[in-house]
């Protein structure tokens, strides 16, 4: 689900053509009550065991803590829909997710393990993690829970998350941090996780598709709502700093019109230049906001999805078209029960989930974001102090 309202904002601006694909966003029933054979609604898998946690005392590591949205969810979002949330949100947790559970290179797994995250297997979050040298990536909030802290740190990242509240109940990035903040001030999280402390926060557009604005009669309109939007993460980040967080890692937009959500109207064929134009606005603002701050970094995703999307590097051969198809959202299925196109069964003849870019209608793929997380890795290293 991607940055519609942008889009439709600029499209408004710069005559661009608005399909009428958005009035239709989701099915009207829960796939996983309908009568016919649900195949992607098979129980979802269960979390994930962790060794045990080293002894503070003998613990010299990092702590990564981790807030924003699906670039970043690590399990936050519960199995089964609620009147909490949109049943929709729970797609992570079931078939074709996790489809490459376990297999490295991002290739179809023998044993497949949705574990709440949005791709085939890894996110943002488990790359950041090895950057600083950790084994996993650390536990959803979910997991973990209010009463102690893993020494790896904590993932409160969520799914439709953004810095204005949704409808569906998501916390936004505010409420992150606040739950961040009193889990520092019961002493859950204790001084000694925040000595060596990395923070990331991934925002990814989610507040351009989900908050309704009139169509706006000049550019200082959408703007105004960039800058709000924008204000509403360098808050955040100065907050955490505040607490008691060493350095921060913050994502800039990526060429948000070259998602899947936007490319479908051209046949997957090339990007919607209003989306991108939204993009730079914000990534712009931003760097305003944060860019001369010592200890916070601003992630360029966008010059390193650009490079593989826009460029020619020939990494993927599926640069725009996502690996899982379907009528509204990837997991959907249809009038039989059976999934939409999805490149993780062979028997469609379609290339491996290691082919494309993106997996869904806006998150990369396993490969994806490894090749994304390459080019980034050297600036993070630096940036942190690890060698």
Not at 312 to 326: D, I, M, W
Request: hydrophobic fraction near 40%.
């Amino acid at each position: 689900m991607m940055v519609v309202t942008l889009v439709l904002l600029l499209a408004t601006l710069t005559g661009a053509p608005v399909e009428g694909q958005w009035r239709r966003r989701f099915p009207p029933l829960d796939p996983c009550r309908l009568p016919y054979p649900p195949r992607r609604c098979s129980d979802p898998s269960p979390y994930l065991p962790r060794p045990p946690p080293t002894p503070v005392d003998n613990y010299d590591g990092y702590s990564m803590f981790v807030f924003g949205d699906s670039f970043a969810d690590t399990g936050n979002l519960p199995y089964n829909a609620t009147s909490l949330l949109a049943w929709s949100l729970m797609r992570p947790w079931h078939i074709p997710y996790g489809s490459s559970y376990g297999k490295d290179d991002g290739s179809v797994s023998s044993t497949p393990q949705a574990t709440g995250r949005f791709s085939n297997y890894k996110v943002q979050t488990d790359f950041v993690a090895t950057i600083l040298g950790l084994k996993m990536a650390p536990p959803a909030h979910q997991v973990q829970g209010d009463a102690s802290c893993d020494n790896t740190g904590m993932t409160f990242a969520m799914g439709g998350s953004g810095v204005y509240s949704v409808p569906a109940g998501v916390p936004t990035l505010s409420a992150q941090v606040d739950t961040f903040a009193q889990l520092v001030s019961s002493g859950a999280i204790p001084a000694a996780r925040l000595a060596k402390s990395v923070a990331l926060v991934a925002v990814s557009g989610t507040d351009y598709d989900r908050v309704g604005i009139a169509h706006p009669k000049a550019f200082g309109d959408v703007t105004a709502f960039i800058r709000n939007v924008t204000a509403g993460i360098s808050d955040s980040v100065d907050r955490l700093l505040k607490l008691g967080v060493k350095k921060v890692l913050v994502n800039n937009l990526p060429p948000i019109g070259c998602a899947p959500s936007q490319t479908k109207a051209a046949k997957y064929g090339a990007c919607d230049d209003a989306g991108n134009i939204g993009a730079d606005t914000h990534n712009k603002i931003l760097k305003q906001l944060l860019g001369d701050q010592d200890n916070v970094l601003v992630v360029d995703l966008h010059a390193a999805f650009s490079a593989i999307v826009q460029g020619s590097t020939g990494q993927f051969k599926h640069r725009l078209t996502p690996c899982c198809v379907a009528d509204s959202f990837c997991g959907a299925t249809d009038a039989n029960g059976d999934l939409y196109e999805v490149c993780t069964t062979p028997s469609l003849g379609l290339p491996g989930p290691e082919e494309y870019f993106y997996w869904d209608d806006m998150n990369p793929t396993q490969a994806g974001w490894a090749a994304v997380m390459e080019q980034v890795e050297g600036s993070i290293k630096q940036f942190v102090g690890v060698n």
